[in-house]
């Protein structure tokens, strides 16, 4: 009990600074020294023993949802993953494998999707997973707005016996079979019990190997394994996830080992690597930073050359040194090419051009410089003062607005807001990216229809048509077309893809990721 309660004060400590109102790090008096997967603390002499079967993780921001289909922020996703489970698992290669379904066969023109069940799954309440509660599932998500675009070519699924469940489409869809894995299955009648709380509160309804014993978003979140897991009891027995979002104090703890894992700054990278305390590993990430402009404002940003204009005013390199410490690729696209299905290059591309941003500018009727409202951003408060200098440069002038990821995410779904700097996680294929443009999605950020200039129709058209495309060459040929039409109207400002730094505790068997990780192939040596 005395170690335990140590251990919770330790971290509460580093929570108190990570959501109070300090900036920087102030030290600390602790002493500590890391003995696996928690951290021993001194107590009045006393010496905690280790434990190999937890896990400390943080999250850098609050969270908004634990219900997978209505989550749209990748904090949420990445704890989701441990707990719930597609038909399907796609891997950040895009690597397609059986999950709940052992099998799947296609009809011959696309349409039919028919999924063997696995029938060794059971649900964290200890119901075993049925037909039922597929169909169910996706009927669920095909009424979420989260999930429109993972959902928008299914007419109906159908029970066809307690093995099987087909899913019927209205048109072939190629990017579905991705998407899958997207869609989780849940436990009706879990869900159905917590009502109106489910996704606010601790609940049973997920299959995968982790399940929720303690949930606030604001500090602290707690997973337990799940004993009857159909792939075997996992070797770590239980998650701690600490929300902190000052990246310097989750440094702290890592360095106190509090923390056992942690994605590490650039600027701190150097110092982490060569202390040999570590593993280390660093992997590019495919997620682009980007700045979005706002196309549906009757001000500047509705004017396609002040869009262009300001592709042209930023340094990307620039940014790149600024934000992580030269660790990260300039973005051309906001698709990683040759990754992911369809994200193809093109001959379009914005090379830092300060003097073609002022042409433009007078072009668009302000020779004299141009105000463009806000920048607003969460996690990118030094990219967006970076780019800010950068604009004014070419006279370019705006104002910057840092808040919570979860608090502004909902006018920018409204297209309340000038512009964004944020992430763009994309999922697998080009078609995510209609997640981002196509006007009949509710969440949609873009909201080409209030803009005369960009044909909305015709987006939603192109990403219509090559989806259905079942060939993947003239697939791929449609994605350039829809890339360069999305390229000249300017909306998305493609700005880097950063290599990403991670370290870990050395008794600690990881990986580096891009977005997704599963803990249930983590273990303790």
Sequence with gaps: MKRNLSILLVVMMVLGLALGCAQTATGSEQTTESTGSETAVSVEGEAAEPANDVLNLTLNTVGNSMDPHNSGLLIDLQVEYQMYEGLLNCDEDAKISGRLAESYTVSEDGTTYSFKLRQDVFFHNGEKMTADDVVWSYNRAMGCAQMATYVAAIDHVEKIDEDTVNIVLKYPYAPFVYYCSMIKILSQKAVEEAGDLYGTIACPAGTGPYMMEEYDPNTKIVLKAFDNYYRGVPQIKTINYYVITDASIALIAFENGDLDLASIPTANWTEIEESGLYTTDVIASTSTIYLALN?????????????????????????????????????????????????????????YNPEKAKELLTQAGYPDGVYIGSIESAKYKVVAEALQAQLAQVGITCDLEIGETSTLVVDWRAGNYDMICNIYPVVFTYDFYRKYNDYTIETVFMKYDHNTETD????????????????????AALYKELEEYLMDAAAWVPLYNAELPYAWNSDLNAYAYVQYYEVFDWSWK
Excluded: C
Excluded at 330 to 345: I, L, P, Q
Excluded at 456 to 473: G, R, T
């Design 295 to 351: 196309v549906g404002q009757d001000g500047p940003l509705g004017n396609k050359l002040v869009r262009q204009a300001i592709q042209y005013a930023i340094d990307k390199e620039s940014l790149i040194l600024i934000a992580l410490d030269g660790m990260g690729v300039s973005a051309e696209h906001m698709n990683t090419v040759g990754r992911f299905d369809g994200a193809v290059e093109t001959d379009w591309n914005y090379e």
């Design 456 to 475: 909305e129709v015709y987006i939603k058209e192109m990403f219509d048509e090559a989806a259905a495309e079942l060939d993947d060459s003239k697939r």
